[in-house]
């Protein structure tokens, strides 16, 4: 079977792939991710490009790395209008964010993309839209209070697969999506490409 390695130290990816019966190594790409956005930030670049671009720059270069395997990158990015959000660096700056977010609808814009040999050989994007409710401010203290550090890993400063869930009045979108790591895509290319029975 092809070997598949993940350019991603994302503990959501791993489990998300691990779940789904899938075999990896992880080798990290070691992209400057801030840099780069900054960059595509000020090129106007659109947020799903910006997603894009940083999944193939980390599939690529590990694929340079990882002669014959399959090199899976993947990124996310969450913004709101022309605004783009990064992974919080503490507190104040996730309750920053989440204020920032609170009765609005944002954009998560979720990349992956495989290559192989420095080529790329699949990508897709995928989109979801995820409007917060109107919480108090007492809310939001609890609720840092309660997450931990664990929301410093995750851009927007929230995890809906947990206690961040109860900020949110609507989600549209696939859930996989929303995590990271759209699935099902993802599984039907590794199918074509024997790391998948068929």
């Known amino acids: 079977m092809m070997q ?18 899938i075999a990896f190594v992880v080798e990290l790409s070691h992209v400057d991710e801030a840099s780069v956005i900054e960059s595509l930030v000020a090129e106007k670049a659109k947020p799903r490009d910006v997603a894009d671009l940083l999944a193939e720059l980390k599939s690529v270069r590990v694929s340079n790395r990882c002669s014959g395997a399959l090199v899976l ?19 104040a700056e996730a309750r920053e964010q ?33 409007t917060m409710r109107n ?7 609890s609720y840092l209070d309660h997450a931990g550090e664990d ?11 947990k ?16 995590l990271g790591l759209p699935l099902l895509g993802l599984l039907g290319f590794l199918r074509t490409q024997g790391v998948l029975p068929e």
């Open 4 to 21: 598949l390695v993940l350019a991603s130290g994302s503990a959501t990816r791993q489990h998300l792939l691990r779940e789904a019966g």
């Open 151 to 161: 929301i410093l890993g995750s851009v927007g400063g929230y995890q809906v697969e």
């Open 98 to 130: 989440l204020m920032t977010l609170r009765g609005h609808t944002h954009t998560l814009s979720t990349a992956v993309c495989v290559s192989r040999n420095g080529s790329v050989i699949w990508r897709e994007v995928r989109e979801a839209q995820l």
């Open 135 to 141: 919480f108090s401010e007492g809310f939001l203290d």
């Open 163 to 178: 206690l961040g869930i109860q900020l949110f009045s609507r989600i549209d979108g696939d859930h996989f999506t929303i």
């Open 73 to 91: 990158g993947g990124d996310q990015v969450l913004s709101l209008g022309a605004r783009i959000f990064q992974k919080p660096a503490g507190r």
